[in-house]
């Protein structure tokens, strides 16, 4: 029986910003954001199979075979035929229907961790792929440093951002966000952002972020858990990808946990510090 694998990190993200710069034909959205990783974590746990399985144990939510997890191993397993079977336990810390990528980086650990453990030997731009057709978010993850995300999240450009602190606040009801980029008032044309720009903007107004999310106001017009979320941080606070999560920068993680001390009972705050690369990266 091959070693397993145990605690594996699997990070959360905050969007810096998230224009909508144009639509598809397919009816897909293109959009262009800055991810970063932050110390948030869920952490799950791969132990090998004597059968040709996929398990799943830990946090599920819904029916498991959507799971996103057990949908990975499966799609990894039908694209290289390997005939290993292994159990995915999953603990989670990140909050789901937050907006910070949660279940996209739980795929993208399950797909680098099963990338080593059956022996596959894929490479990063493979995996890659694989993520894309599990969801927007989870090459970004497998690409495992701060980006300029562009297309539906499948362009990825590494990207230097200033080592950080953030306050979030996470309302205890998320807000539906399905219906959120068929929504009429949603902005769909924001000019877009070059590359060498952006880098200038971020290092000159560091703190200041660039940008705006431009699905935070249609968001807002739904849910008041939102806008209450976004009063009590205040000044510079704004939602990360399509919510519920909003966030503003500190100056270290002692400051946004004071910021967060006197948070009222129908939400959860969360302190974190980023981090620059993913702590899978050398896995791939």
């Not at 990070?11 to 991810?35: I, M």
């Not at 997890?69 to 499966?74: F, M, P």
């Not at 499948?154 to 950080?164: F, G, I, K, Q």
């Not at 910021?259 to 009222?264: A, C, E, N, R």
Request: proline fraction near 6%; charged fraction near 20%.
């Amino acid at each position: 029986m091959q070693t397993a694998f145990h605690n594996l990190p699997a990070p959360a993200k905050l969007n810096l910003f998230l224009h909508v710069v144009g639509r598809r034909t397919d009816g897909y959205h293109l959009l262009e954001s800055v991810f970063i990783l932050i110390d948030l974590m869920d952490s799950l746990d791969f132990d090998p199979l004597k059968e040709d399985a996929v398990e799943r144990t830990g946090a599920v939510i819904g029916d498991p075979d959507k799971d996103l997890c057990v949908r990975a191993a499966k799609l990894l397993k039908e694209r290289t035929g390997c005939p290993k079977g292994v159990r995915i336990n999953l603990t989670k810390r990140i909050p789901s229907g937050a907006g910070l990528g949660g279940g996209s980086s739980d795929a993208a650990t399950t797909l680098i961790a099963l990338n080593r453990l059956w022996d596959l030997s894929l490479s990063r731009e493979q995996l890659i792929s694989l993520g894309a057709e599990l969801g927007a978010d989870v090459p970004f993850f497998i690409f495992g440093q701060s980006a300029f995300v562009t297309g539906i999240g499948e362009h990825l450009t590494a990207l230097p951002v200033p080592r950080s602190s953030w306050a979030i606040v996470m309302p205890d009801t998320p807000t539906g966000t399905a219906g959120i980029f068929a929504d009429p008032n949603l902005t769909r044309d924001t000019k877009s952002l070059k590359m060498h720009n952006l880098s200038e903007l971020i290092q000159s107004n560091w703190p200041h972020l660039p940008g705006h999310n431009d699905l935070q106001a249609v968001v807002e017009g739904k849910s008041p858990e939102v806008r209450r979320a976004l009063a009590f941080l205040g000044a510079g606070a704004r939602m990360t990808g399509s919510g519920s999560a909003v966030f503003k920068h500190a100056p270290d993680k002692e400051h946004a946990a004071a910021m967060l001390s006197s948070l009222y009972k129908e939400a959860s705050g969360y302190a974190v510090d980023t981090i620059p690369v993913h702590p899978l990266f050398e896995w791939v």
